[in-house]
């Protein structure tokens, strides 16, 4: 997420240009379903529904009525839609998936998703996993999003009874992979706090702004208490992905209901889980020289 709305990526930094995307993707040809070994489980990441975002998110909004043909095609998928705790469960041995999980995801916390969003997935039975920002809901606080109009911090718990499990977006929806360890500890720990003290229970998922991400980020998550954390990639997931770098697949508005589909019948992306490849390495090392000399920088 930037200002012009192409820049929004796929994962650890996709959607930067034609060779970043392409290294996001997986620098190579499209897997068929399975073709990692495992069967395909579709993420999608989902920003905000409306038919009126700002141009800086607009890219990375469906209209209302995309939605809604999105989440009909769910349905009629036959798959057991799920929230990132049983996804967490799997990895961690503690119960098998469902058969033919899918999952819905919600990133920042934009003011559709505990009304109109949230009741859209209710008249379905559909439960999903939404990540927050912190400091762009909580009364007084600082994020790097650019302005939109956000959901509010005392409607997390509204969400919950929607049927969503939250997760942290960390505070400010940083590049976390350029910060120090520091501000990184920051980010992971402090968002996790706030949304911990107005539910009243653990949050225990998080999702790294942009998907920017490096062993570092995940190792400090870890111990930050998250089970699991979820990246981008632009990729379908597995029942053997990596727990703190779970694959999900970026929902455009040029993406048609076909296109969905697709992705349910586990086509149409590679499966994780996969290596970075040089030119994520290489974005990641050139994004952290600039955040030397401009500081921290929004994740988008």
Do not use: C
């Not at 960390?170 to 590049?175: D, G, K, N, P």
């Amino acid at each position: 997420m930037r200002t012009s709305a192409r820049t929004h990526g796929e994962g650890q930094g996709d959607g930067r240009g034609r060779a970043e995307r392409g290294a996001q993707d997986g620098e190579g040809p499209i897997s068929p379903p399975g073709a990692a070994g495992s069967p395909a489980v579709p993420v999608f990441l989902y920003h905000s529904v409306t038919d009126d975002p700002p141009d800086w998110i607009a890219e990375f909004t469906v209209t209302p009525k995309q939605f809604a043909a999105h989440l009909d095609a769910v349905v009629r998928s036959g798959r057991t839609p799920v929230t990132i705790s049983a996804i967490a469960d799997h990895l961690a041995g503690r119960a098998p998936l469902p058969p033919r999980p899918v999952l819905l995801t919600f990133d920042d916390g934009f003011a559709d998703l505990p009304g109109p969003t949230a009741e859209a997935l209710a008249e379905r039975a559909l439960p999903a996993t939404a990540y927050l920002t912190t400091g762009a809901i909580a009364p007084g606080g600082r994020s790097l999003l650019p302005p939109a109009p956000m959901m509010t911090l005392d409607r997390a718990a509204e969400l919950e009874r929607y049927g969503m499990e939250i997760g942290s977006h960390t505070v400010t929806h940083a590049q976390l992979d350029t910060l120090s360890g520091k501000e990184l500890a920051y980010e992971l720990s402090s968002s996790k706090a706030v949304l911990e003290d107005v539910l009243g229970h653990e949050v225990r998922h998080l999702a790294y702004p942009h998907g920017y991400n490096s062993p570092r980020v995940r190792a400090m998550s870890a111990r930050a208490g998250y089970e699991t954390a979820t990246a981008v990639r632009h990729a379908l997931s597995s029942d053997r992905d990596e727990r703190y770098r779970i694959a999900r697949l970026i929902v455009r508005r040029t993406h048609t209901v076909a296109d969905v589909e697709g992705w349910l019948a586990g086509a149409g992306a590679r499966v994780a889980p996969y290596r970075d490849g040089p030119k994520t390495i290489a974005w990641r090392w050139y994004r952290r020289a600039r955040a030397m000399v401009r500081g921290p920088e929004f994740a988008g």
